[in-house]
C-alpha cells in the first residue's frame, strides 16, 4: 500500500462541505497543540464534531509534532491517511507531510522556507533525508523544500504560501507595539485564520476559539494580539486566495452542547463519578495527564443529600516510583477507599508483584494501562496494543485479575467508573487497558450520562453493619460459593483481620496446610467464574452487525474500534459487508460469547495494533476458534479506517496471499 | 477499660529462632500499645518480608504483611486515607534500607503522621544471613562466604538527610527504653524512625547480645559487663528542635546527630537523636489544598446517593470540557 493519495479511495468521502482533514505541524515547544485546539473549537463551535490525533516525539522542544483534525457533521471516531488541508510553518513539515495532502488539497505554508535544502532540515533522520532526496532526484526535482512543493504541485495540489513574518510586523504595527518576540507567537493563529478562511469558515468561530483559550491566562494583551491576528490572516487570505478556494469547506451547523474530550481526561472522569478517592503515580507518557486533570480537579462538588456541605475531593500522590504508587493504592484500599494508580507498560512492569499481592489479599483495586509503544521503554508518545498478553498474565504464579478494554472516549468514561464497581464487587485487582491513541486523541462526544452506572459496592461491610459477625471472630477470608468474603476494612470496630503475601488462612494468618491451599487457591479463582456469571454481556463485547449477510467479520478489541466502525461503512459503500466484535473483556474471557458469534463466519479478519496479534491468540487458547487473517499495525502510529478499508479488500481479493497484513500508514 | 497485655497477643504458634531480638521488639511493641491504651480497632501494623515480618500475625491488631521493602508505601497509603489510624510500619533493615531505600528516603519528605519501626540485625535473616545494608565493612557474619566489601548505611543520617521528624535508635533487649520510644515515636506528629538493634542469634556472630551488653569487658572493680549501648539522652544529649532555635543552632544540632549516630565499636549510642514537630506533615499539606480533608478524607467520603448513582455533580465538574454549537 503506497502513499495515501495513489491509493484507490483519495478521499473517503466525496461530499465537499464538512467533511474534512486538516493538519498541522511544527517543532515541538511552538505550539502546535494550541494551533490544533483553536482549529478544533472552531469546528466544534460552528455545530460540528471533530476527531483529533497528536503525533509528537519523546522530547520537549525541537523535534517534530503534528495534529491532524477531522471534522464532520456527523460524530465521528477515527483519522483518515489523507489530509485535504495542510497548514506549515516551518520545513520539516512540508517535508514530512506534503505527500499524503490529497491532490484536490491545499498546502498553507512560509514561503521563507522554500530555499531549505533537505540535508539543513537537521530534525530529519540521516536515512529519511537521504531517501527524500533519492525520490525528488528520481522525478527531476531539486532537494529543496521548493521540490517538495513543486511535487506536491505536479499532482494538483494548491499552494497557499503565507508571509508570516510581514503579517506579524503588520500586526504589530496595527497594535502599535514593538514587541515582535512576543508577537511571533501569534504565527499559530495565523496558520489557522488562514486555513478556516480557505475553508470559508467566518471568522466569528475563530475569535471566539482564541477568547476561550486563553480564558484563563487573564492577560488581555494576549488575547487582543492573537485577535488582530485573525482579523489580519483572514484579510489576507481573502485578498490572496479569495478566488482561488478549495472544494471542501465548513459551514456552520445547528447542534446541542457536546464535550469535547481527551481520552485522559475521559478515564479521569470515569473514575471520580465511580468513586475513586485516592490516586497514586509516577509520571510517565502518556498516563500522567490523567492524573493532573484530577489533582487540578481535586476539590469538586458532591451532590447534596443533605448530611454534609457537598464538598468532596481526590487526594492525588506522585509517588517516588511505580512500586510505591501501586502499593500505595492498596494501602489506601484496605480503608475502603476506592484507590487507583495510573500508568503505562514500564511502570506497569514495576507494579506486577504489587499487583500479585492485591490479588492475593482479594484488594480491590483499579490499574489505568496507558499502553504505549514497547518493549523496554519503546516509543513512549507512540500507540500500540502490545500489552494485552502481558496484563493477562501478569505476576508470578496464578491470581485473578478483571481486565477491562476501552475502544473510545465514552467507553473510557463508562470503562473507568465500572472498573471500580468490579474491583470492589469482586475484590480483586481491575486492569483498565487503554493506550496511546485513545489518551492522546481528542473528541466530540455527548456528555456521558451517569445515570447509566450505578455504584455497586458488594459484599462491604459498612460500620454499624454487625450481620456478618453474630458474636463470632471475623474470618476475612471466609468460605462463599461465589468466592467472595464480606469485606471489612481497616479501622473497623470488631472486624479485625490479617493479610500476608503468603498463602493464609481464613483469618489471613500464614498456612501452608495443602487443604488450606486448595481451598483458597479455588476461592480466589472461583470469583472469575463469579464476574464471569455476572457480568452482562454488554459490557463484554459489542457487537456490530452487517447490513445483511456478511462477507467478512472483523475482530478486534481497544482504540482500533473507531478505525473500523468507519472503514465498514466505507466497505459498505463498496458493497463489501462487514460484521465486528469487539472484545471488551479480556479476563474473564468471554469465551462462550465469542465462541458463538464467530462459529458461523466464513472470513473473520482479526485486526490489532501489535506484532504477534495478540487477542487473536487469546481467542485460539480461550474459545479455540483459530483466525487465519490478521490485520496488525506496530509502527506506533494510530490505524487508519483507510488502513482497515483497504486491508479488507486485499485480503477479499485474495485471501490466501493475505493471511497477515502489516499496516504502515502515519508519519 | 484498661488493655492488657493479652488483649494484643495472638495465640499463633511463633516461629523466630530461640534468643532471637525480634522477641524483645514485640514485646516491647505490644506493651507500649498496652499502655498507651489506644482503641485497638484503630491500630494498624504493617511489616515487610523477612524474619520482623511475621510480628504482626503474633500481634492482635489489623495487620498487614506486605511485600519485601514496601511496608512504608502500603502504610502511607493506609494512613492518608484514612488519617484517623494509628499506623505503625514494621521493616527489616536489609527490607527498608536495601531493597526499600528508595521508599525510605521518600517517606522522610512527605512527614507522614506515623511511626516505622525497623529490625535492625546487620543480615537478611529470613534468606539465611547474607549481609544487609547495616553490615559493617570487612565484617564477616557466620554465612558469609567472604567478608563483606560494601560500607554501612547508617540510618539515622539518612534519615535526617530524608526529613524524618523523629529519629531514634534502640535495643531489641532494652525493654523499657525501646517500650517509652516506641510511645514517644507513635505521639510524635509527623514521620518517626526506631532502628532496633536486634541481635540475630542465628546469623550474626557479631553484634551479638554479649556484645551489646559488653559481656566480653567486665567492670574490673564490679566485674559486672559494661554495656555498649548506652542513652544520650542519659548524657544531656537533647533531641527537641524548637521553634526558638536559630538556624545555627538547627545547624549544630544536625551535626550532632551526624557525629553521635556515627559512634560504633566500644560506645554504642540509643535514644531519640532528633525530634522536630514544627514541620508540617503531609495530611496539614494536603489539608491546604483540600480543606474538606480535614472531616472527610477519601475513606470517610460519601461517594454515592441514596439511589446508588454517583455522588459527584458531573455536570459540573466537567462544565468546562461542554461546547454549544
Ligand atoms: C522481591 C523479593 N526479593 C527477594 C525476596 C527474598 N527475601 C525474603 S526475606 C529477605 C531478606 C530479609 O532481610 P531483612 O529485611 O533484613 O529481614 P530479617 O529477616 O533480617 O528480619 C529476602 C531478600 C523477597 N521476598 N522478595
Ligand atoms: S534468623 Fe535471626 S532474625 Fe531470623 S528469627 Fe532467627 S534469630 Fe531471629
Ligand atoms: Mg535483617
Known amino acids: 500500500m503506497g502513499p495515501a493519495w495513489q491509493r484507490e479511495v483519495s478521499r473517503v468521502s466525496t461530499k465537499v462541505v464538512n467533511e474534512l482533514n486538516w493538519m498541522i505541524g511544527g517543532a515541538q515547544g511552538s505550539g502546535v497543540d494550541l494551533s490544533a485546539s483553536s482549529f478544533a473549537r472552531s469546528c466544534v463551535l460552528a455545530g460540528l464534531w471533530v476527531y483529533g490525533t497528536r503525533e509528537y516525539y519523546s522530547n520537549i522542544k525541537g523535534l517534530h509534532s503534528y495534529f491532524e483534525i477531522r471534522t464532520s457533521d456527523r460524530q465521528i471516531r477515527s483519522k483518515v491517511d489523507e489530509v485535504d488541508l495542510l497548514a506549515a510553518f516551518d520545513a520539516e513539515t512540508l517535508v514530512r507531510h506534503a505527500d499524503v495532502v490529497n491532490p484536490t488539497g491545499g498546502i498553507v505554508y512560509d514561503p521563507a522556507v522554500s530555499q531549505t535544502p533537505i540535508e539543513k532540515v537537521d530534525t530529519l533522520y540521516k536515512d529519511e533525508a537521504r531517501q527524500i532526496q533519492v525520490r525528488l532526484a528520481q522525478e527531476g526535482l531539486g532537494s529543496d523544500v521548493g521540490a517538495i512543493l513543486e511535487e506536491a504541485k505536479r499532482r494538483g495540489v494548491k499552494l497557499f504560501p503565507v508571509p508570516y513574518g510581514t503579517l506579524v510586523q503588520e500586526v504589530a504595527k496595527r497594535l502599535g507595539t514593538s514587541e515582535l518576540a512576543r508577537l511571533n507567537r501569534i504565527i499559530n493563529v495565523l496558520a489557522v485564520s488562514v486555513s478556516l478562511s480557505l475553508l470559508g469558515l467566518d471568522r466569528s468561530y475563530m475569535k471566539e476559539s482564541v477568547r476561550q483559550a486563553f480564558s484563563a491566562s487573564r492577560k488581555q494583551k494576549l488575547v487582543d494580539m492573537n485577535l488582530a491576528g485573525v482579523d489580519r490572516a483572514y484579510e489576507f487570505a481573502e485578498e490572496k486566495f479569495g478566488e482561488r478556494g478549495l472544494p471542501v469547506s465548513l459551514a456552520p451547523i445547528q447542534n446541542g452542547p457536546r464535550m469535547f474530550v481527551v481520552g485522559n481526561q475521559a478515564v479521569a472522569l470515569g473514575k471520580m463519578a465511580g468513586g475513586c478517592r485516592l490516586q497514586t503515580y509516577y509520571p510517565i507518557t502518556p498516563a500522567s495527564d490523567e492524573s493532573e486533570f484530577l489533582e487540578a480537579h481535586e476539590n469538586f462538588a458532591l451532590l447534596g443529600d443533605g448530611s454534609d456541605d457537598g464538598k468532596g475531593s481526590i487526594v492525588v500522590v506522585q509517588t517516588e516510583d511505580e512500586i510505591a504508587a501501586i502499593t500505595m493504592a492498596i494501602g489506601g484500599a484496605l480503608t475502603g477507599t476506592r484507590a487507583a494508580t495510573s500508568t503505562s507498560g514500564p511502570g506497569f512492569s514495576l507494579m506486577v508483584e504489587g499487583m500479585g499481592w492485591a490479588g492475593m489479599n482479594e484488594v480491590p483495586l483499579v490499574i489505568t494501562l496507558y499502553q504505549r509503544g514497547g518493549p523496554s521503554t519503546g516509543m513512549p508518545t507512540r500507540t500500540e496494543q502490545g500489552d494485552l498478553k502481558f496484563v493477562l498474565n501478569a505476576s508470578h504464579g496464578e491470581s485473578p485479575r478483571i481486565v477491562l478494554c476501552s475502544g473510545d472516549m465514552e467507553e473510557c468514561f463508562y470503562d473507568a467508573f465500572r472498573a471500580m464497581n468490579y474491583a470492589e464487587r469482586y475484590q480483586l485487582p481491575v486492569i483498565h487497558l487503554v493506550d496511546k491513541g485513545l489518551a492522546n486523541s481528542n473528541m466530540t462526544i455527548l456528555p456521558p450520562d451517569p445515570k447509566l452506572v450505578d455504584i455497586g459496592r458488594g459484599k462491604l461491610i459498612l460500620a454499624g453493619d454487625h450481620g456478618a459477625l453474630q458474636g463470632e471472630e471475623y474470618r476475612r477470608f471466609a468460605p462463599a460459593e461465589d468466592g467472595i468474603s464480606p469485606r471489612a476494612v481497616l479501622g473497623l470496630k470488631g472486624y479485625r483481620f490479617w493479610n500476608t503475601g503468603d498463602e493464609h488462612d481464613e483469618l489471613g494468618h500464614i498456612n501452608e496446610n495443602s487443604e488450606n491451599r486448595i481451598k483458597m487457591m479455588k476461592k480466589r479463582m472461583t470469583k472469575l467464574e463469579t464476574a464471569d456469571r455476572e457480568i452482562p454481556t454488554a459490557e463484554k463485547v459489542s457487537f456490530y452487525p452487517a447490513k445483511g449477510r456478511p462477507d467478512v467479520t472483523l475482530v478486534s478489541w481497544g482504540s482500533s474500534k473507531g478505525a473500523i466502525l468507519e472503514g465498514m461503512e466505507l466497505l459498505e459503500r463498496r458493497g463489501i459487508k462487514a460484521e465486528f466484535l469487539q472484545i471488551r473483556l479480556a479476563s474473564p474471557f468471554p469465551a462462550q460469547v465469542v465462541r458463538e458469534r464467530l462459529s458461523g463466519s466464513e472470513l473473520i479478519v482479526d485486526i490489532e495494533q501489535n506484532y504477534s496479534a495478540q487477542m487473536a491468540a487469546v481467542i485460539a487458547e480461550k474459545a479455540q476458534i483459530n483466525i487465519k487473517h490478521k490485520v496488525v499495525k506496530f509502527n506506533g502510529r494510530p490505524i487508519s479506517l483507510n488502513e482497515v478499508y483497504d486491508s479488507i479488500r486485499l485480503i477479499m481479493a485474495r485471501p490466501e496471499a493475505n493471511e497477515r497484513v502489516i499496516l504502515t500508514h502515519g508519519a | ?325
Open chain 2, 1 to 325: 477499660m484498661a488493655l492488657k497485655l493479652t488483649d494484643v497477643r495472638t495465640d499463633l504458634h511463633n516461629d523466630w529462632c530461640s534468643g532471637c531480638g525480634d522477641f524483645g521488639i514485640e514485646a516491647s511493641l505490644q506493651m507500649a500499645l498496652t499502655e498507651m491504651n489506644v482503641e485497638l480497632h484503630r491500630v494498624v501494623i504493617f511489616s515487610g518480608i523477612g524474619c520482623h515480618g511475621k510480628i504482626v500475625h503474633w500481634t492482635n491488631t489489623f495487620g498487614i504483611h506486605t511485600l519485601h521493602g514496601r511496608t512504608l508505601p502500603f502504610a502511607q497509603g493506609a494512613k492518608l486515607a484514612n488519617p484517623e489510624l494509628e499506623v505503625v510500619a514494621i521493616g527489616g533493615d536489609g527490607d527498608g534500607y536495601g531493597i526499600g531505600a528508595g521508599h525510605f528516603v521518600h517517606a522522610g519528605r512527605r512527614n507522614v503522621d506515623m511511626t516505622y519501626i525497623v529490625h535492625d540485625n546487620g543480615v537478611y535473616g529470613l534468606t539465611k544471613g547474607q549481609a544487609s545494608p547495616t553490615q559493617k565493612l570487612g565484617e564477616q557474619t557466620k554465612s558469609l562466604p567472604q567478608p563483606n566489601i560494601n560500607s554501612a548505611v547508617n540510618p539515622i543520617m539518612l534519615a535526617l538527610a530524608a526529613g524524618y521528624t523523629f529519629i531514634a535508635r534502640s535495643y531489641a533487649f532494652d525493654n523499657r527504653h525501646l517500650k517509652d520510644t516506641i510511645k514517644r515515636a507513635v505521639a510524635h506528629r509527623g514521620m518517626a524512625l526506631v532502628d532496633v538493634l536486634q541481635p540475630c542469634p542465628t546469623y550474626n556472630d557479631i553484634e551479638t547480645k554479649a556484645f551489646y551488653s559488653g559481656e566480653d569487658r567486665p567492670d574490673p572493680a564490679t566485674h559486672r559487663p559494661v554495656p555498649r549501648v548506652y542513652d544520650i539522652e542519659k548524657t544531656g544529649y537533647k533531641p527537641l528542635v524548637t521553634k526558638e532555635m536559630t538556624n545555627e543552632d538547627v545547624d549544630k544540632k544536625t551535626l550532632e546527630v551526624i557525629r553521635i549516630s556515627n559512634e560504633w565499636g566500644d560506645r554504642i549510642p540509643i535514644g531519640v537523636f532528633y525530634q522536630n514537630e514544627n514541620v508540617p506533615t503531609y495530611e496539614d499539606r494536603i489539608i491546604g489544598r483540600i480543606p474538606s480533608y480535614v472531616d472527610r478524607p477519601p475513606a470517610i467520603q460519601r461517594i454515592q446517593l441514596e439511589n446508588n448513582k454517583s455522588a459527584v455533580d458531573l455536570p459540573r465538574l466537567w462544565k468546562e470540557l461542554i461546547i454549544s454549537g
